[in-house]
């Protein structure tokens, strides 16, 4: 069971409670080109040597729409891509990440 869906659903869970998949997709969007116009603004925080870093852009991205924006993921995932023919990008485990 993947706690960040929504049960029987391939819908993320999110802030504004949005339960269908094309309208997070396309909310998410936006949002996260409203955050790219906007990053510089966190620029002097960041130190791409530290992985925390990579944290905080995740964070000042997504903390809109996801309570675990910022956070590293507890399960591995997948996410069905329609460019792929509903299949996944193959995403890294969870597990073996060593940084700094």
Do not use: C
Not at 24 to 47: C, K
């Amino acid at each position: 069971m993947d706690p960040y869906i929504y049960p029987n659903t391939n819908v993320l869970i999110n802030k504004l409670n949005i339960r269908d998949e094309q309208q997070l997709i396309d909310v998410e969007a936006q949002l996260l080109i409203a955050g790219i116009i906007d990053i510089s603004s966190i620029t002097h925080e960041i130190d791409f040597q530290k992985y925390k870093s990579l944290q905080k852009i995740h964070h000042f991205l997504f903390h809109e729409l996801y309570l675990w924006a910022g956070e590293f993921r507890t399960v591995n995932i997948y996410k069905s891509e329609h460019v792929l023919s509903g299949l996944s990008v193959a995403y890294s485990d969870k597990d073996p990440l060593y940084l700094i």
